[in-house]
């Protein structure tokens, strides 16, 4: 895994699923960059090279580290990313025809190139919290509904 470039993980959309192995060794690394998440952290390289990460980057490392640890596959993707449908579809979890109607609908924003349509991932997550929102807000009514009936919810 060590010879794996982090440009052709984001380039080929690859998901790197983590052996018990590489989740064991992603569990510890994650309680002690947690514990040092305060602080300045730096890393010993093989070679000996020492670098300093910014601090900001620490709890994005804690949380893929936990991902793995947790035995999840862990995909990084810009917030400027331009995904296909099927990218975004998978994204979504839905299937790209459904996707393709929700673009013909207007309900997600999406431009063309050439004769492929785009669609950043920056919209696609606002589209998902628009849409989580929605479906917190229904489950709330329904258990409004349900109380006000005497349903015993």
Same mark, same amino acid.
């Given at each position: 895994m060590a010879d794996i470039l982090m440009a052709d993980i !984001?380039?080929?959309g690859t998901? !790197?699923?983590p052996d018990e192995v590489d989740s064991e060794l992603a569990a510890t690394a994650s309680r002690q960059l947690a514990r040092a998440a305060k602080d300045s952290v730096s890393v010993r390289l093989e070679?000996?090279?020492d670098l300093q990460l910014p601090k900001a980057v620490t709890p994005l490392l804690v949380k893929i580290l936990t991902e793995m640890a947790q035995g999840?596959?862990?995909t =990084?993707?810009?917030l400027h990313a331009e995904l296909t449908t099927q990218?975004?579809?998978n994204l979504l979890n839905i299937s790209r025809p459904h996707l393709n109607k !929700? =673009?013909?609908a207007g309900e997600l924003p999406h431009h063309k190139v050439g004769t492929h349509r785009r669609v950043r991932f920056q919209d696609l997550e606002a589209y998902r919290a628009k849409r989580e929102r929605e479906r917190?807000?229904?489950l709330s009514e329904l258990a409004k509904q349900a109380q006000e009936e005497g349903m015993g919810y």
């Open positions: !984001l380039e080929s998901n !790197l699923v070679d000996g090279t999840n596959a862990v =990084l993707i810009p990218e975004a579809a !929700l =673009l013909e917190e807000d229904n």
